[in-house]
């Protein structure tokens, strides 16, 4: 029998749990264009902090930090963030600073961060966190499920989702370059009417050992890259992102029939003194999604990419504003 679908959050907000690191967040719009939080709760390690849009924005939204106490997440943490956005309300959820997810002090102990957001017709989500950046020795699972009303049949709604998922290979200064024991990282999206699954996408990472002694350690195995990332680009809100992410790509010069996306600054790197394409990076269009997937050897580089990307686009900015690409800065 396959498993069944979780649970979206509920429309109406429910008596806050005592439980450790769990929040949940609640938007509406009120007349003409106002976003209000009426609802937002955490308990510690979780903390949350929101600020409204400038007075002078005539489109408003809310934008909420997400934080964890002491910049991080220790061993076996256990964050869960539910989120509901009522009709035609705007979101900006972001951090204040990378995620570090600290090593593992006792076998099986897994640090798992969980994230469900229910938008409603015509709500508009913006997720652009900074990167988690998991320690050496770290075991850590995420899972971010996204459940779209306007999947229902027969309604159509103006609403979508930009979000950002990315992780970093560690303390580099440290010597520590994907000393992780185990990352996961799955994004889930459904359709509430129908509960169908619309999209899954995941990163699995894992260095534990292995009965073959000629397998290569994670770290040989990423040639040197730093960073993946995934952009989640959906709905007729962000209709022109999308666009501007598949004619960028559609532009790229073409090698044995495969199309090989890259970022260049023009700067020259690397001992050899030759130009060194720093991004490597793909689109992808699936069932209404388009999937921006983006690696590089320079963490800076990938920022500057991303926000090329987020700015040239034009959606982010006119729904959101500028300070929405603090992570990007």
């Not at 073409?254 to 790197?269: A, N, P």
């Amino acid at each position: 029998m396959p498993k069944p679908p979780p649970i979206p959050p509920p429309l109406t907000p429910s008596k806050p749990t005592p439980l450790p690191g769990h929040g949940s967040i609640y938007t509406r719009l009120l007349p003409p264009s106002q976003t209000t939080l009426p609802h937002l709760h955490f308990t510690y390690p979780l903390k949350l902090i929101s600020t409204p849009s400038p007075p002078s924005t005539t489109n408003t939204y809310q934008t909420v930090f997400q934080l964890t106490y002491g910049g991080g997440l220790v061993s076996n943490d256990q964050v869960h963030l539910r989120i509901v956005l009522e009709p035609s309300s705007k979101l900006c959820l972001l951090t204040q600073g990378s995620t570090k997810i600290f090593k593992q002090k006792v076998d099986g102990d897994i640090t798992r961060q969980a994230l469900d957001v229910r938008l409603c017709q015509g709500a508009r989500l913006l997720l652009l966190p900074d990167p988690l950046q998991p320690f050496e020795g770290s075991v850590f699972s995420q899972v971010q499920r996204f459940w779209l009303e306007d999947e229902e049949e027969g309604k159509r709604g103006g609403g979508g989702m930009v979000v950002l998922d990315w992780v970093t290979e560690g303390r580099a200064a440290r010597g520590e370059r994907w000393g992780l024991e185990r990352f996961e990282s799955r994004n889930e999206v459904y359709s509430i009417g129908s509960t169908r699954l619309l999209l899954r996408d995941a990163l699995v990472l894992n260095s534990l050992p292995s009965t073959n002694s000629q397998e290569e350690s994670l770290c040989s195995r990423m040639d040197g890259l730093v960073v993946f990332a995934t952009l989640i680009i959906r709905g007729p809100a962000f209709e022109r992102l999308a666009t501007f992410a598949k004619n960028k790509f559609s532009e790229e010069p073409r090698i044995g029939g495969r199309s090989f996306g890259t970022y260049d600054d023009g700067k020259v790197r690397g001992d050899s003194g030759r130009n060194r394409r720093d991004v490597l990076w793909t689109v992808s269009e699936v069932r209404g999604f388009v999937l921006v997937k983006v690696s590089g050897w320079v963490l800076e580089e990938v920022r500057g990419f991303l926000r090329e990307i987020l700015i040239d686009g034009g959606d982010v900015i006119g729904e959101f504003g500028e300070d929405c690409l603090l992570c990007l800065r």
